[in-house]
């Protein structure tokens, strides 16, 4: 009999389709997982940024075609389902292991075609998902597919192509840190287990407690009363700047939390989802060259319960959006 503590799962592995080496993950997410939560496991351990759209494509258990997307946008084919409406289980048996007959597709300009494969049934802990094993660090958005990131990774590692300068560029500014320390081969399971962990609290969400109410309130009012007095300078791309992005992630306590060398804000989900979400509610506005608190803000600073902002689960601030980029594309050999 099972321990109480266990519940039912899948194991899956996850490869990044015509990558040399191949880069893979093996998963484990409980059997009760929607296509939108496996979405954040693959996000999360191949440390991608969910900053484009996605979907599944491919025949279910039943034989029949499903084509199923994180957004309902109207672009879609018809009969294009919702990623948070449909359970794996119903897309593939546990029990009946092998390459199913469906893939993940990440970005459809870069189009990055991941194979999902049922290794078979498991148990999980609860409260949490994990990684079992991978190979090689997930590759770069916006590196133009499996052919454009191998051809940076070779230009940048090459001090004599033509391109090299450029490509080191590139390289360093979209990942924040130095070409010497960038290793396309690195694989660090422990860092992302602890992503993993992150991601399993909104699987599963418990009893909200006043640590948790704390823990949804705090990022808010901490940015709300960082923008209090002259407000927040942006760059001239209408970013936050990255030493506000740093001392952020810092404060808040989400270092720890998220694979990221850099704090540019559109490689810093944690940072730009909060500003987006703050903005969407009307709680700060973007004048010029700054974000400001607006007069709903300020009331809100001085109550944190004004408004009828009572119930802290109205506050939970929402996974990323799936939208294009807009950072930089390395384009060379793409």
């Known amino acids: 009999m099972e321990s109480p503590t266990t519940v039912p799962a899948v194991e899956l592995r996850i490869s990044i389709s015509e990558t040399e080496p191949l880069i893979w993950r093996q998963l484990v997410l409980p ?12 996000q999360s351990a191949l440390g991608w940024k969910d900053a484009h759209l996605y979907a599944v494509a491919g025949h279910d258990r039943a034989g029949k075609k499903r084509i199923i997307m994180g957004v309902d946008d109207g672009d879609g084919p018809a009969g294009t389902e919702l990623a948070a409406d449909v359970r794996l289980t119903e897309l593939f048996d546990p029990h009946s292991p092998g390459l199913s007959d469906l893939e993940y597709d990440y970005d459809f300009g870069d189009n990055w075609t991941h194979e999902i494969e049922v290794v078979g049934p498991a148990v999980l802990h609860e409260h949490s998902i994990a990684c079992l094993d991978g190979a090689m660090r997930g590759p770069i958005e916006d590196s133009g597919g499996v052919g454009g990131y191998a051809n940076v990774v070779a230009v940048a590692s090459n001090p004599k192509h033509p391109e090299h300068r450029e490509a080191v560029e590139w390289l360093e500014f979209v990942t924040q840190e130095s070409v010497s320390k960038f290793d396309p081969a690195a694989f660090d399971l422990e860092a992302i287990n602890g992503q993993l962990r992150s991601l399993a609290q909104r699987f599963w969400p418990g009893e909200v407690t ?97 408004h009828g902002i009572s119930s802290p689960t109205s506050w939970r601030i929402r996974a990323p959006m799936q939208r294009r980029s807009q950072r930089p594309c390395w384009c060379t050999g793409s």
């Open 31 to 42: 059997d009760t997982a929607t296509v939108a939560e496996l979405h954040g496991a693959i």
């Open 210 to 306: 006043t640590a948790d109410q704390r823990a949804v309130l705090g990022p808010i009012l901490w940015f709300l009363n960082e923008a209090r007095s002259d407000g927040l300078p942006l760059t001239s791309a209408g970013y936050l700047k990255p030493a506000f992005v740093k001392r952020a992630m810092t404060e808040l306590g989400w270092d720890d939390e998220w694979i990221s060398a850099g704090r540019v804000e559109v490689s810093t989900p944690p940072i730009r989802n909060l500003r987006e979400q703050l903005q969407e509610w009307k709680l700060l506005r973007k004048l010029k060259d700054k974000l400001l608190l607006t007069p709903k803000g300020r009331r809100l600073m001085g109550d944190p319960a004004a």
